[in-house]
C-alpha cells in the first residue's frame, strides 16, 4: 500500500510554486517518503503539511543558501566558459568542483533536516560528510536525478511524450527513489 500512496502524491510540486520555498516542499517530500511506509503514519496530505510548516524556515533558509551558492558556481562556469580567453581552467573547474560538492550535500541535508532537529551548520556539516563518507549512495543519486535532466536536455522529445508523468507525479517519484538510496544510511 505505501508505494501507491506515491500516485497520489503530486504535493512536492504545489509547495514549489513560489520558488524559494522549493527547500521546504522537498524536505516535507523527504519525510513523507520516509513515513509511507510506517504503519502508524497519518494521512500522508496532513504528513506532508505538517512537515512543511515545521521545517519551513531551516529549509528555506538553506536553499536560499545553496541557490546564492550554486549562483556563483554558475556564474564562474559562464566565465570560464563564454568570457575567458581560451577558456579559462581554474575557474572551469573550481565551478564543476563547486557545483558537485553542492548539489551532493543537497542530496542529504533536506533529510537531515526533516528527521532531525539541529542547527543549519550541523545539518550542513553532516550533510557534507554523508555526501562523503557514503560516496557511492551519493553517486546513485547523482544517477537518480540526473538522469531525467539528460534526457530533457538530450532528447527533448521525450518531454513531449512523458511530460504529463513530470508533471503529475515526477518529482514524487524522485523523492521515493531517493529514499529508497537514502534509506539505509541515515538510523
Given at each position: 500500500m505505501g508505494a501507491a500512496k506515491i500516485f497520489i502524491f503530486p504535493l512536492p510540486y504545489l509547495g514549489c510554486i513560489p520558488v524559494v520555498?522549493?527547500?521546504?516542499?522537498?524536505?516535507?517530500?523527504?519525510?513523507?517518503?520516509?513515513?509511507?511506509?510506517?504503519?502508524?503514519s497519518m494521512i500522508?496530505?496532513?504528513?506532508?503539511?505538517h512537515a512543511f510548516a515545521v521545517n519551513f524556515k531551516k529549509a528555506t533558509l538553506v536553499w536560499i543558501l545553496f541557490l546564492f551558492i550554486g549562483f556563483i558556481?554558475?556564474?564562474?562556469?559562464?566565465?570560464?566558459?563564454?568570457?575567458?580567453?581560451?577558456g579559462n581552467l581554474f575557474f572551469f573547474?573550481?565551478?564543476?568542483?563547486?557545483?558537485?560538492?553542492?548539489?551532493?550535500?543537497?542530496?542529504?541535508?533536506?533529510?537531515?533536516?526533516?528527521?532531525?532537529?539541529?542547527?543549519?551548520?550541523?545539518?550542513?556539516?553532516?550533510?557534507?560528510?554523508?555526501?562523503?563518507?557514503?560516496?557511492?549512495?551519493t553517486l546513485l543519486m547523482w544517477i537518480v536525478w540526473g538522469l531525467p535532466v539528460a534526457i530533457v536536455i538530450f532528447y527533448p522529445i521525450w518531454m513531449v511524450a512523458f511530460g504529463w508523468f513530470f508533471i503529475t507525479i515526477g518529482v514524487a517519484v524522485l523523492l521515493w527513489m531517493s529514499w529508497l538510496v537514502q534509506r539505509g544510511a541515515v538510523a
Open positions: 520555498t522549493i527547500g521546504a516542499s522537498v524536505t516535507a517530500g523527504m519525510y513523507c517518503m520516509s513515513k509511507m511506509h510506517d504503519p502508524e500522508i496530505t496532513v504528513e506532508y503539511f558556481g554558475a556564474g564562474d562556469l559562464f566565465y570560464a566558459v563564454r568570457v575567458a580567453d581560451g573547474l573550481f565551478a564543476l568542483i563547486l557545483l558537485f560538492v553542492l548539489i551532493s550535500v543537497m542530496f542529504w541535508v533536506f533529510l537531515l533536516i526533516g528527521r532531525y532537529e539541529n542547527s543549519i551548520q550541523e545539518h550542513l556539516k553532516n550533510a557534507l560528510l554523508l555526501a562523503v563518507g557514503r560516496l557511492p549512495r
